[in-house]
């Protein structure tokens, strides 16, 4: 155990001296000296309370593991509490560093396929709901700079006490003077001044942890985070983040615009807060106050009269739509970002049932897939849907996964083992959402955790953000329906089918190409009627077994 202790010793002091060297050089190129030494102040403190924590958290599975027989009840017993321990002791170190570190722990917080349940369960508890709150005054200071006044000048009524906080900014609710009631999203200030050192800090741990202890290999995690940051600018001589919520409205505008262009048949059911823009900067952002409910807040859209069914069939297509036809996806929509309100121009059914509309939030973090790579994931889940391994080997390696590894990348895609993946039924990829599929899940994330992790390390961004998103997208389904449905992997299939096909026509240079590929939308849409009546008598046999049940 000497040299587990040396090596955990070694890392701190490698830590410290490049902090040290890090934060020297910044003073000697910085243009800006005032920000340069506020970093120098908290770049080494940072980076040593990371650096003793990993070590720490190194060192305990090292040593309380050691010598305990592989699979033994006993060794399970103890990783368990390791597990707990270590969960407990990164959180603390997320809280107490904020910022990037936040948006860490809640990115950890959707890795069920990969991290232990344990740090899953820690980091969902505690990560969206305890993010740092930035004090009035400090509100004041961003007003003051960017608008030159304060918030109670600027509007009529402006609420000092936010909303709500997230890692990167906070929501305050004000009314502007025509008495129009706005949301106003202000940055963190620390968020400026440390958002790029700690992104090399996160870095500089893994990477030194990868060398001293090779089994801890999390470096794909690096590439994550780098994307999940807003869209951001980045200089090497200050090592600082601008943040930019002007790219972050632009994004909302584009989106909208791409439904009523690409996707006008479900235009009107998704919907983006307008963005007042004289009131906008950098680090301010004004917009339209939107009442809804989240998207995870079943009982209160039960009230408003929307079908859970309907409502993630909704979710499923309009990301469907972004990620196959648009090639522009949203890739940050967790609960927290969703909000859904009865249709504005739909009136209640005799059922008192409301048509549901999607209300996107937080458009920060989106990214474009290129003609390419947008075909090839359509087509790699019209696959998946359709159990075609074929194409499934085929289109995973073309996406980056390899001819080894594609397997593992449609259990990692779907949350299911390959005998389904491939399995010819029609509900073959549907999640039940019961405790005997989650601990399925997690033995086979503790069984595959290298392969898993060398398919990370292999992936190009833009698929890590693509299975970010299908994380919190699957998160979301399984809060309205404790598991996913039939139609969900019906609307995928679809919308994959049809990107597909359009790609077809566009590449489509001579006439038979061209009447190939309407052979193919023609065989497809046969395809489809079949699967649509099937769900249909699938839901029949379920509604009159329902209605057969004793009361």
């Known amino acids: 155990m000497a040299w587990l202790w040396r090596a955990g010793a070694k890392f701190s002091l490698v830590a410290s001296a490049v902090g040290g060297g890090v934060t020297t050089a910044l003073i000697a190129t910085s243009d800006d000296p005032e920000t340069a030494l506020k970093l120098c102040a908290t770049v080494p403190h940072r980076l040593f309370r990371d650096a003793v924590t990993a070590a720490n958290i190194a060192f305990d599975y090292e040593y309380s593991l050691w ?10 017993r103890i990783k368990h509490e390791v597990h707990l321990r270590s969960a407990q002791k990164l959180q603390d170190l ?22 232990p349940q344990e740090y899953v369960q820690t980091m969902r508890e505690s990560m969206l709901n305890k993010c740092p709150v930035s004090s009035y005054e400090q509100v004041c200071n961003v007003f003051k700079k960017e608008l030159g006044d304060t918030p109670d000048k600027i509007f009529s009524e402006f609420d000092p006490i936010p909303i709500a906080s997230a890692s990167l900014a906070q929501v305050h609710v004000a009314r502007m003077h025509d008495g129009q009631k706005v949301a106003v999203k202000v940055q963190h200030t620390h968020m400026t001044d440390t958002a790029a050192a700690d992104h090399a800090t996160v870095e500089l741990v893994v990477n030194t942890l990868h060398r001293f202890f090779p089994s801890f290999d999390y470096r794909w995690l690096i590439d994550e985070i780098s994307e999940s940051l807003p869209k951001a600018s980045y200089y090497l001589t200050l090592k600082q983040y601008e943040l930019d919520f002007l790219t972050e409205a632009k994004n909302s505008e584009r989106c909208l615009d791409n439904f009523h262009k690409l996707s006008p048949h479900i235009a009107n059911y998704v919907y983006a807060p307008k963005v007042y823009w004289n009131l906008s900067t950098s680090k301010l952002l004004t917009m339209e106050f939107m009442d809804g409910a989240y998207v995870n807040d079943v009982k209160t859209i039960q009230k408003l009269g929307i079908n859970l069914h309907e409502l993630s069939t909704l979710v499923s297509q309009t990301f ?11 890739c940050d929509p967790h609960a927290a970002n969703l909000l859904v309100r009865p249709l504005p121009s739909s009136k209640a059914s005799i059922w008192g049932r409301r048509k549901p509309q999607l209300i996107l939030l937080d458009h920060g973090l989106y990214k474009e897939l290129d003609f390419q790579t947008r075909t090839n994931y359509a087509s790699l889940w019209k696959g998946l849907v359709f159990a075609d391994a074929n194409a499934i080997k085929e289109y995973s390696a073309k996406l980056g996964a390899g001819e080894d590894l594609y397997a593992l990348f449609a259990g990692v895609l779907t949350m299911r083992p390959w005998n389904r993946v491939v399995d ?20 086979y994330a503790s069984q595959y955790f290298h392969q898993i992790s060398e398919l ?18 699957r998160a979301v389904n399984n809060s309205l329906l404790q598991g996913s449905s039939l139609e969900t992997f019906f609307i995928i299939g679809k919308v994959s089918s049809e990107a597909v096909i359009e790609a077809k026509m566009l590449k489509s240079k001579s006439l038979l190409t061209w009447l190939n590929v309407k052979l193919d939308k023609i065989l497809l849409e046969v395809r489809l009627w079949g699967m649509q009546v099937a769900l249909w008598l699938l839901q029949l046999r379920k509604a009159l077994s329902w209605s057969n049940q004793p009361f």
């Not at 010598?67 to 060794?75: A, F, Q, T, V, Y």
């Not at 107490?96 to 959707?110: E, R, W």
């Not at 990370?456 to 299908?470: A, D, E, G, S, Y």
């Open 67 to 76: 010598g305990l027989p592989e699979g033994s009840i006993e060794r399970e």
């Open 94 to 115: 997320c809280f107490k560093n904020g910022g990037v570190y936040i948006k860490l722990g809640q990115h950890l917080g959707q890795l069920e396929y990969l991290v």
């Open 320 to 330: 469907a739509e972004m990620m196959f036809k648009h090639g522009f996806v949203h």
């Open 424 to 443: 010819p039924s029609m509900d073959h990829l549907v999640i039940q959402g019961n405790e005997s599929e989650r601990l399925e899940l997690q033995m």
């Open 456 to 473: 990370l390390r292999r992936l190009p961004r833009v698929i890590l953000l693509m299975l970010k998103t299908n994380d919190c997208l």
